[in-house]
């Protein structure tokens, strides 16, 4: 039995271990990941771990995985009670396990098999609550990933099996005597000893006592032979040794399936979680299309890490065509560095299966995210700082592939401009002749100058919008790379009011 | 004749003591390696030199044939397989319950029915040219073909199969066990597998309890035996006249082949590790020519130690040429003179057994006798005592020595003066030299390198870029005591061709300068 919520064909192998988790320390950081993720989780740990892994890993991801994990969520959307409650059984039967009387798997195979029919008999009532859930849902789910699910409840733990299942587990009670088969080995030792079926008294009692009975030799522990009784659970052991352990591993199976349905539920319910908490924010949510091309436009979208954290609808920004080449300048704290945040969390919502956190959004799917920004923290030595900046591109270009998007945030501005520029110009030129995204933040005219006169396969150039009297509307539009930052402007609104009163300067 | 894996005749006398140079060259360590794990006590074959060129080629020819990898397997599973047939001969003898001595009497004659037959296979696909195995293959051939033999292989199988058709039930019910013959019962085990094996996923985890096996059977087995000897009444009969009727083996020479294998796998599996790490192993050629030569040989236990610890293992070489006879070894302390000595007597014991030695190629001496020399570090005595007591045992060594021997003389004299140690040395190596015997010395003392034209200088090598550090090679070099003084003169800059360059550029830097010149190079 498989889940498949995740990916159509199997299941999110949630044992491997985070692929490249140095870079993807630096993504979550620079997309305020972590903001969202704990959104998704309030405070639910699993939550909070399961998001985190499948966003992580659908860096690179298949379109059909999108549209699969899209339908999913819009189902639940649309039935949030459904998912909800499917949680909580799930919950419910994997707590069935502690509640067993027999805790600890001893060592021998009659303790195992012991335990393992006490889980199994608790487990069995919730797999029959699993398949009502499945029969109260029949018809209410249309995406691939549910009804599939669906069925497969129904189909798997149908009554007739579960009946069967119940009736071993009476017959492994062995009421009527533990028989058991076995062979000579070397020096005459008994060997091979396996749980044997016994046969159904198919016959009438009158049947039986007239039909010749086979030999048998049969002999009687003395009472006090404690060694003997010792040594007869022992050949026992050895029998149900098998038994128990296919049995014990079905519990495992089972309480395996149980948990890997909660995991890839929990993507569903941190998704859902997170929805509810933007919606309530005003901030505008939509399903994203998968384009077929690199190309990328959206219309209101949101760095949803600003909304959650300020508690408030935030700028929406738009791009009618994005390119393999975007170059964002303009004013300082004009919402440059927001702005590729949001870029980078649509598109990994986007290829995560998510809904999007703008009113329309398309963008092709990407090799890979990575995130090259400027480190405000970073209080280090000034000469070290251009060398860490350096080390750590080294680091991303490793792992770089074509197809990958790249978004750079004043990257190698921390030595002097015409050299910074210069190191940046080839960076850029070699990635995008490698066929990868570039989202670039800059005001290092030198550089965006020198891109925007080349103008390479419809590079798209924006500009930070400052309004006529230098206040920041944070809407970024289109616009040519300009000579200055307008730093002037924050001089004004820092000094500004300390000038006037001071009468020092002032326009 | 019985055929022999190391006796091309009549076989040497074993001594039974190790011969005296064994510590001193480590092979106490290396034979202890070897023979440690093994069943029969091998030391005196491993203490026992051949003393005849004939004798090392027969052996030589028999582990050429080894380098096989089929014959080589199919010779340790029958040394294991001898192994076993001796444990179940035990048992067949000591158990306590009489159908259980029959039943491991039964295993044992199927062990070596399987044994034979798999070597006899072995030798007649791998056809091994050594004359040795030739005659193990024709004694083989012969034996196999003997009525008794082909009696005992096919009534063993015949019982054994009757055997493997005895299957029983036990009904277990509290204190009663019920026997009785196997039916048609279901096997249950695999139907529980079946109804859960929807849920089957992943690798799951194995609940399976390990039981622990012995052979004797406990009061209740013997009860249920009972039961089945009145179930079966006819194969426990069957099983009786069998071992009433077939006492005759193992072949005695089958025994003995099986120690005698030993003696060569023994030592191969001891030299493995080094092999794998890609370190040679050769057969030397012996002869009486006193040219002797190793190339990239290693003291073996040294090596293998080293190996297993995860350090480097440096093989080192060797020639004489000519008249050359003396190899004086010399350079800095924990150099790996000792060891390069050491290596150089193990080679000559080793071929002397007709193993193969470590080294890409070696050319070996055939001496009659090996002496060595080594400080003994117990007899902390006077001085004079202690000095006197190494002049007495090399005395011995040299009158007893021929211009057959071999001799190995590691640092003498370390504790006198080193005007004495000088002179002793220099008279040493004159009678070594009279005697036109092969030496190794190991010796503090550089002039001695050059003591004339029947030594050969070998010098310890350290690493030109940080002389503290030793390489553990040995190399044919001019021993003038000055490569360990110039490596460091140059870590510092104060080489000839450095401090020219330096003094050149204060030169230009403050022209006229002070008239101190340089003194001349030698």
Redesign the interface.
Known sequence: MKVCLLFPERDFDFTLPAPRSELQGELTLDLGLDVLWAAMAQGDSLVRQVVERVMLSSLEVERTVVVYRQGILRDFLQNTGALEALYALVQEGLASEKKARHWAYSRSPSSVLLRALEVMGLLLVHLRRLRAWAEAMEGRLRSQGLSQLVSSLRRELDEAYLREVEEHLEGLAFRQGVLLGAELGPGLKGMGYRLLKPKKPEQSWWQRLLAPKPPAYTFTLHPRDESGFQILREIQDRGLNTTANALAQSVDHILGFLNQLRSELAFYLGALRLYRQLEALGVPLCFPEVADDSTCSFQGLCDLALALRSGGSVVGNDLTRGSALVVITGANQGGKTTFLRSVGQGQLMLQSGLFVGASSFTSGLCKGIYTHFKREEDAGLKSGKFDEELSRMSRIVEHLQAGALVLLNESFASTYEPEGAEVAYQVVRALMEEGVRVYLVSHMYSLTHRLYEERQSGAVFLRAERRPDGSRSFRILPGAPQRTSYGEDIYQQVFGSFDERTKVGGK | MNPSLLWPSSPLALTIEPPAYFHDLNLDRVVEGVVGKLEFDLRPLFYTPLQDLEAIRYRQAVVADLEQPALNQALWTFTQAQHTLRE?LE?SQK?SNP??R???FL?AAQVYVDAVRALEQALEENSPSAPAWRRVTAYLKNYTASPAFQNLERETQALRQA??E??????????????????E?????G???L??A?????A??????G?SEW?T?????E??????V??FPRVFAELESFARHHQGFPDPVITTLDWEVQFYLGYLDYCRPLREAGFAFCLPEVGTEKQVSLEEGFELAVAQQQLAEGRKVVPNSFSLEGAERILVVTGPNQGGKTTFARMVGQAHHLAHLGLAVPGRSARLFLCDQIFTHFERREAAQEMRGKLQDELLRIHQALSRATPRSLLVLNEAFSSTSLDDARFLMNKILQAVARLDALAVVVTFIEELASFSETTVSMVAQVDPDDPALRTFRVVRQQADGKAYALAIARKHGLSYPQLKTRLALSRTASLGGSGEGLPALS
Do not use: C, S
């Not at chain 2, 799951?204 to 309890?209: F, M, S, T």
């Open positions: 179940h048992r158990l159908y259980q029959q039943g491991f295993e055997l493997a005895v299957h029983y039930t036990l009904l277990l019910q509290g204190d009663r066990v019920t026997v009785r013959a196997g039916g019962e279901l096997d249950y085990q139907e529980i597998e109804l859960f929807r849920f089957r996923q992943g799951p985890k194995d609940y399976r309890v039981f052979n059977l406990n009061h209740i087995e009860r249920i035996l009972e039961g089945l009145r179930l």
